[in-house]
């Protein structure tokens, strides 16, 4: 149990374009999603905490108007990254919380790898 | 605020011999504690945690790790490392919010 996926696993698109990567929970409800993003050979670094039905709440730094989030049902929120460039480049990682299952440890999903021509 | 040091950026052991990666965090209370564990350009594989009780935890694939309060770590250890253990290990804690904090990892290189 607790099967996050993402999707997709990996996209490249030119700069400009937008790109979205959705996440879900497979076999649980998650009222809370959060989006981290991974450079390469560094830590996770969380970028908003989504909750199911209000507006994500973003960490500082992270521009709220680039990385869209959208956490429409218990089992599947989504980031879009809007003109992506080439920093926006790296592995973004995505994880719900099971409150069923107590202080809301979270599920990873397999990440999403993002390169921006 | 907490936060995670994780003092080793590599370690390099020989296949079959013990291991240990150290983790301290910074919380005033008790933290909920964690170690994942990263293949290249896959996500997190959660190996064990501690949230209370016994301050030795067994997690999946041998490892173990023990909370020491006073010293305010939560090292892992295997007895005996297996070639399939080299990954990135992530340490992370997670205080009175949902925020996970994590470490910025030791690169596990396992020789044969």
């Known amino acids: 149990g607790a099967v996050v996926s993402q999707h997709p696993s990996w996209v490249i698109c030119k700069s400009g374009t937008s790109v979205k990567i959705e996440c879900r929970s497979l076999?649980?409800?998650?009222?809370?999603m959060f989006w981290y993003r991974q450079f390469p050979k560094q830590s996770l670094m969380l970028m908003a905490t989504?909750?199911?039905?209000?507006?994500?709440?973003?960490e500082q730094g992270v521009e709220k108007d680039k990385f869209l989030i959208n956490h429409a049902s218990l089992t599947l929120s989504t980031l879009t990254v809007t003109s992506a460039h080439p920093e926006d480049s790296s592995f973004y990682i995505c994880?719900?919380?099971?409150?069923?299952?107590?202080?809301?440890?979270?599920?990873f999903g397999p990440g999403t790898r993002l390169t921006v021509l | 605020a907490q936060s995670v040091t994780q003092p080793d950026i590599h370690i390099t052991v020989s296949e079959g011999a013990s291991l240990e990666l150290r983790c301290n965090y910074s919380?005033?209370?008790?933290?909920?504690l964690f170690w994942y564990v990263q293949s290249p350009g896959q996500g997190l594989q959660l190996l064990l945690k501690?949230?209370?009780?016994?301050?030795l935890v067994q997690g999946i694939k041998g490892f173990e790790a023990e909370f020491k309060r006073s010293q305010s770590s939560f090292n892992l250890r295997k007895p005996s490392v297996h070639w399939s253990d080299a990954a990135e290990y992530f340490c992370?804690?997670?205080?009175?919010?949902?925020?996970?904090?994590f470490g910025k990892g030791t690169k596990l290189t396992v020789n044969p």
């Open positions: 994880s719900a919380a099971d409150r069923g299952r107590g202080r809301d440890e979270q599920f």
């Open positions: 076999d649980f409800q998650a009222t809370t």
């Open positions: 989504s909750n199911e039905g209000s507006k994500a709440t973003y």
């Open positions: 919380y005033g209370a008790t933290p909920y």
């Open positions: 501690y949230f209370s009780g016994d301050t």
């Open positions: 992370a804690v997670q205080g009175g919010s949902e925020k996970l904090v």
